[in-house]
């Protein structure tokens, strides 16, 4: 059970994706996690518009470099924007849910796409029962090291000026 690791704090099929690691060293496997970051945002920026200057911007911001020192799996739910694939955007459900919001508005078949996830979740927990509240569980019990907030990149309040100039412009 993917939840029997302390601080796996992702849905379980998060789990499946990153067992493929499990069977290289350590930093290897930190390195494809950073290449795959480094990958799938750069496809991401450019499928949607961006440029060669906002690749840029995008690859040197303290986000992205913050999620690259973090080994974070941000490029779970980038990949599902690029392959559609809501599975994958629920890797991360803190910012996949928006997603599937916006994309349950766009598409034509509602009850079709609503039903397909909820499907999977119903799937989901037949595989790994109860795995929603043993993943609240180990975010509850984090070790207080990886729950500091200097771990935390937050831009309360010092970001509410930047925020109101970007709603004015």
Known sequence: HPYSVQGFINPPWAALLLAPLSLIPYELGRILMSLLN??????????????????????????FLFLLGTGSIEWMPMLGLLLNWPILILAKPQSGALVLLVWLKRTRNKPAFVLSIAAFLGLSLLIWW?????????IRTLPAALASPL??????????PFGLLSLYY
């Not at 480094?38 to 986000?63: D, E």
């Open 151 to 160: 771990n935390r990149i937050n831009l309360w309040p010092w970001g509410i």
């Open 130 to 138: 109860g795995w929603p509240w043993l993943m609240l569980e180990n």
């Open 38 to 63: 480094i990958f799938v945002t750069s496809m991401v920026v450019l499928r949607y518009g961006g440029g060669k200057s906002a690749l840029l911007i995008t690859l040197t911001s303290y986000p």
